[in-house]
């Protein structure tokens, strides 16, 4: 057991070559060394997709949605399509490796990989989830921002990737400091009544 887990996939997909043939389906490795190259598209360009998982008890949850979710995303990008088995082997093993707690997420990625390998990168990564008992007692805030987008961009314009859960999250961070700041600037007269945007959203 221990307190956060990697898993690095040999081969992500089925659909491109592994990275070591002779080696396992994914390798265990230490979550704060360097594993990923310089060159790769997922950093470089955020040339990729991932899903979040909740594990309670040891146990993901609705991972099959989540690992259709996955491929579906990878689908979106013109990504090999992602080994169902093997990610959910390796989803499997890093919850049972993972210390034994009450909640816990773990995240999978897949990466096109370094440009001209043809050969995509893929991790799977377990650590216990922050407590989130504040936010569930008490609830939270919200803000209601503009996407600067038309309600039918997914069909007019595919190319956005509107549904797909891509590493491209520069875009939603700029939307969670703008959200944080109207918190901190805007005041509200309403009393956080249930119809205000920023009334306390229960969860």
């Not at 995509?120 to 921002?145: M, N």
């Amino acid at each position: 057991m221990t307190e956060t887990v990697l898993a690095v996939l040999n081969q992500p997909s089925r659909d491109r070559a592994p990275h070591d043939p002779a080696a396992d389906a994914f390798t265990w490795a230490k979550p704060l060394e360097e594993h990923v190259q310089v060159q790769d598209l997922g950093i470089i360009r955020g040339d990729g997709v991932f899903e979040t998982v909740t594990v309670i008890d040891g146990h993901p949850q609705a991972l099959e949605a989540h690992l259709a979710r996955f491929g579906r995303s990878a689908a979106m990008l013109g990504l090999p399509a992602p080994d169902t088995d093997a990610w959910r082997r390796a989803i499997e093993a890093v919850c049972a490796r993972l210390d034994p707690v009450r909640e816990a997420f773990v995240k999978t990625v897949l990466t096109r990989g370094v440009e001209g390998s043809d050969r995509p990168t893929g991790w799977v990564y377990a650590a216990p989830s922050g407590d989130s008992t504040a936010a569930r007692t008490e609830g939270i805030s919200v803000v209601t921002l503009d996407r600067g987008y038309r309600h039918d961009v997914e069909r007019t314009s595919p190319w956005l990737l509107q549904g797909a859960k891509t590493l491209s999250y520069a875009v939603n961070m700029a939307a969670l400091r703008a959200a944080g700041l109207a918190e901190r600037t805007t005041p509200c007269s309403c009393r956080r009544t249930a119809t205000c945007s920023r009334a306390r959203a229960r969860t």
